[in-house]
């Protein structure tokens, strides 16, 4: 069955990682990459998380049920089959979503092989079939989803309350954004100027009347 891709925000919000090796360390990179703050609990730490520094913060000794308190977010990722899936458990009662590593029945949630450049975000999942098939599919969209895109992503997000304010309904918005993006794709540009927008702006008004 096909999982349902829901973006949540975990921005500094507690995320905790159960297991300290090569896999938890791969874990923690993603939720890095989307600003968790995430707390690793192992006896035995990867040299590389401990270098992680800033929004990850250590515990050297085995899970404690204390440890999900306040989480959003949990990975059970030690190489004790047993232990993930209590800590699985113990989330699922709390109602916190889970991943165990390697163990999707004790996951409620999977992770997705993804493409980001800042804000834009393209993901990916097999419902665990084949991550080798995601992994193409990612490849593949390299070319198509590129850090200009991100760029534009901001700078779209950026005029959304001029063109709110100054467009009136929602069908001449889309208008508005349409055009503004087929010409920063046409010009290969990642913004326009102030009054290249403005020109747009007043357009679409003459248009309307
Ligand atoms: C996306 C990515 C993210 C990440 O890991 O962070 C990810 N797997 C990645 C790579 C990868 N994983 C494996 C291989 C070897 C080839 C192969 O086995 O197919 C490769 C490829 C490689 O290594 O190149 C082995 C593997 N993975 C799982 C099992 C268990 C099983 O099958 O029972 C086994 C067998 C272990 C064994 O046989 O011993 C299970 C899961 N792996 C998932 C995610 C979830 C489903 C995602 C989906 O829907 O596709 C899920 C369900 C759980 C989870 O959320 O972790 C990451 C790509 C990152 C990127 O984008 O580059
Ligand atoms: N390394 C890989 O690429 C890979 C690939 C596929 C599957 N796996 C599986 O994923 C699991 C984790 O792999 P790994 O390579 O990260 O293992 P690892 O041996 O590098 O790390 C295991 C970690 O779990 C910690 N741990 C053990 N008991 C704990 C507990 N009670 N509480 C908190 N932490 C505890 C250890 O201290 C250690 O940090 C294993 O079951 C492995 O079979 C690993």
Redesign the pocket.
Known sequence: MA?FPMFIDIEKKKCLVAGGGT?AL??VR?LLDFGAQITVVAPQIDPQILQLTGNVCVKERTFEPEDLKECVLVVAATDDVTENHRIARMAQKKHIPV?A??Q?ED?S??????LKHRDLVGA????????????YL?ESLKEILTEELGQINDYMGSIRPVVKTRIETEKLRRQVYQTILARLLAEKKTSLLPEELEQILIQEKRMKE
């Open positions: 999982y896999v791969r874990k993603v991943n590593v390697d999707q996951c949630f999977i992770f997705p092989s993804y990916f999942s097999s419902a665990g079939n084949s991550p080798v098939l995601t992994q990612k």
